[in-house]
């Protein structure tokens, strides 16, 4: 990883929140976007540290104190994120949530400032969010667009669940387009269920909310 961000590596490994946050400050102020800093060094951070979780070499105590700890600095990163890049055009309406029996957020949470900043007004659902809530926001709000995050592996079924909800229905199908995302999410599940989008990152999910918007 590049050395620029070993300090705030190091903070999110030892759970250090106000090192955390301090580091966040002074990368953003040492002009880094948010973006670069979620891209290039907190997302291979805590992909290491679920792969380290995965083999047991750490526990579940270390992942939520690393997790605290991004929560913290994605706080404080958001004015930055607001700063420069704020669009002013309104592109669409989107729905989001982590489906139900899932509470990882961090992943949706970035999807959400990177569709906001690129001029589309969401609606935050939070996280376990079953398939027909979902769908009775998305009529709340008059949403063009449901997303969808799922980084739990038994979840999936739910977002299967959405999605058919959507596509059996005449009026929904017209009205609604649903982007999928997350860990256990991949390109070719994603068409296998009939999802109307997929990203592998904030980036692609504002690419794939443009062009379902025909933009
Ligand atoms: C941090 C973390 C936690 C934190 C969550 C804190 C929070 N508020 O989110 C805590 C410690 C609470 C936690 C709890 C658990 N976790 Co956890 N966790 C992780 C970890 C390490 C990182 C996840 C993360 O934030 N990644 C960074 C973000 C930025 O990436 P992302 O979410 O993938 O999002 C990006 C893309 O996927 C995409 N994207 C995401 N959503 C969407 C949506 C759309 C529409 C689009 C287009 C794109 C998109 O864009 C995002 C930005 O680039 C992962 C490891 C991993 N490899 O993912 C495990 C992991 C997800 N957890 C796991 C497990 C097992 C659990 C627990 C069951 C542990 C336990 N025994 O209790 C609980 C589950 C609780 C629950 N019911 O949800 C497993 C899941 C296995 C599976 N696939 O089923 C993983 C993979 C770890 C592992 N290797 O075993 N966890």
Known sequence: ????YTQLEQAIRTGDV??????AVRLAESSLSPLAIFRECIEPCLK???DQFS????????????????????????????????AQTRKGRIVLCTIQGDLHDIGKNIVKAMLEVNGFEVKDLGVNV??????????????DIIAISALMLPSLPYVKDAIEMVKTNEDYRRR???????????????????????????????????SLMGL
Do not use: C, H
Request: net charge negative.
């Open 130 to 143: 079953n398939p027909a809530e979902a769908i009775r926001a998305a009529k709340e709000f008059e949403a």
């Open 48 to 50: 290491n540290i679920g």
């Open 18 to 23: 106000e090192a955390g946050k301090a580091e």
């Open 1 to 4: 990883m590049d050395p620029r």
């Open 176 to 210: 609604y387009k649903i982007m999928v995302g997350g860990g256990p999410v991949s390109r070719d599940w994603a068409k296998k269920v009939q999802a109307d989008g997929y990203g592998d990152d904030a980036v692609e999910a504002v690419k794939q909310a443009t």
């Open 55 to 86: 083999r047991l070499e750490i526990f579940l105590p270390e992942m939520m104190e690393a997790a605290e700890v991004v929560k913290a600095v994605q706080e404080t990163l958001r004015p930055y994120l607001k700063a420069g890049e704020v």
